[in-house]
Structures are given as C-alpha cells and as structure tokens.
C-alpha cells in the first residue's frame, strides 16, 4: 500500500499491514529474535501467544511470542531454525503474516543468497512441548488446518464521491 496507515479508513486500517512483508534479524548465539518495532505495532495486536513459522517446503517451527515494554519477540523454538536450516554465521528471515497463528518465512543468508528450505516427505515439523503452548491469555489453541495457498483481500465499498472522482479515496 502506497497510503500511510494513519490515513486509511476505519475499516481496513487493522488489515492494511497483513499482507505487508518484514525482514527480520537471524542471529544464531541469540535465542530469541525481535520483530521490527513497525511490524511488531502493526501484527503484535493479532498475533497470538505462539505462532508457526513455514517454510515454502511446508516445514513449520513452532515459537512463543512473548511481548514486553520494549518489544515483541520470537522465543522458544527460534533457536531451532539454527540445525534445521544450517545457519552458522548469520541470515535474514523475511515474515510473511498470513493468520494469528501462522507466519510465512523465507530465509537469505548475510551475503544475500537464499538459504534452500530441506525437502522431506512428510515436511519437518518443530513443534513445542505441551507446556509452552498455552498463554497469559488463557484460551486454548483452537484446532485448524494449514493453508497451503494463501490470499489476502481489502475491500471497501465504493461511494457515490469515488464513482464520480474516479479516484478510490480511503
């Protein structure tokens, strides 16, 4: 979207950053990861207290989220992306947000080549022991299925102001 957020109209304004990408730091002594300080405002009211992170070869990590004054982070579970997709040195991990419980990730490393997702049938799934699953928030984590393919959609309803400008005004 090329509009600021600030000036989108009520009714897209808690989807407009949903389709928008991040690209976040992959340090691999750190065991957890920051999202950005935008993209944390933006996804941070939506996102649950775990969230998977998937692959395009369909491998999921599982991590929590865990939120304080200073930032919303990727804990439990971030550490084991290091093995899994061999990351020594350092990378790029860009975030698709695609539901509260699922993110999209591709990975680059720091020279800027993309890091090859394994491939395996079934798919790696890193999930969390039963303990990490539950949040502050107290609600159990509904069953769903994993979307293969995705989209995000924004609609408005068109005005009799947009039909005569022939301008779409937010």
């Known amino acids: 979207m090329t509009h600021r957020y600030d000036r989108l109209h009520e009714d897209v304004k808690s989807y407009a950053m949903m389709t928008k990408t991040c690209y976040m730091e992959y340090d691999p002594m750190n065991g957890r990861g920051v999202l950005p300080g935008i993209y944390a405002r933006c996804v941070g009211p939506v996102i649950g207290n ?60 720091i020279t800027g080549f993309p890091i090859t997702c394994p491939l395996r049938n079934p798919p790696y799934r890193l999930m969390l022991e039963e303990g990490f699953q539950t949040g502050s928030w107290d609600a159990p984590i509904p069953f769903f299925v994993m979307p293969k393919v995705y989209t995000h959609m924004l609609e408005k309803t068109l005005t009799a102001a947009d039909v005569a400008s022939g301008t779409l005004v937010p």
Request: aromatic share 14%; glycine share 4%; hydrophobic share 50%.
């Open 50 to 109: 775990t969230a998977i992170l998937q692959d395009t070869n369909l491998n999921q990590v599982q991590v929590v989220v865990e939120r304080d004054k200073s930032g919303i982070y990727f804990t439990h579970g971030w550490s084991r992306m290091r093995d899994l997709y061999k990351i020594s040195i350092g990378a790029w991990v860009v975030l698709t947000f695609v539901n509260l419980f699922l993110f999209h990730i591709r990975l680059i490393n």
